[in-house]
């Protein structure tokens, strides 16, 4: 059982910029964030593999999100700057997802079996 614990979710207003932590009892092959809306899927926007440290977004994170780990730390980073206000939602960590068969993270929520308890991030005009 992994455990993860998110923080650094807040208010900000449109451009500005937030940092997301979170500690993971362990690293796994495939960690990421996601993101969710009420009455929406979860949906993926930043994945990394950490035996290579390859890294995927959501076409929408391009450019403006950065995921990235401390290993002697245990700590999973989301970097997020330009935000917009479609960025709003809760963000999740997530641990234990599998990689493919050709070595990649895949990006499916439903391959994730570990998550934290979610941060809120608000972004006004």
């Known amino acids: 059982q992994v455990q993860l614990v998110e923080s650094g979710g807040g208010s900000v207003e449109v451009g500005g910029s937030l940092r997301l932590s979170c500690v993971a009892s362990?690293?796994?092959?495939?960690m990421g964030w996601f993101r969710q809306v009420p009455g929406k899927e979860r949906q993926w926007v930043a994945i990394i593999n950490q035996h290579n440290g390859g890294t995927g977004y959501q076409e929408d994170a391009k450019g403006r999100f950065t995921i990235s780990k401390d290993s002697a730390k245990n700590t999973l980073y989301l970097q997020m700057s330009q935000l917009k206000s479609e960025d709003s939602a809760i963000y999740y960590c997530?641990?234990?997802?599998?990689?493919?068969?050709?070595?990649?993270?895949?990006?499916?929520?439903?391959?994730?079996?570990?998550w934290g308890q979610g941060t809120q991030v608000s972004v006004s005009s």
């Open positions: 362990e690293i796994t092959d495939c």
């Open positions: 997530a641990a234990g997802g599998e990689l493919s068969r050709w070595g990649y993270c895949y990006i499916g929520f439903e391959n994730y079996p570990y």
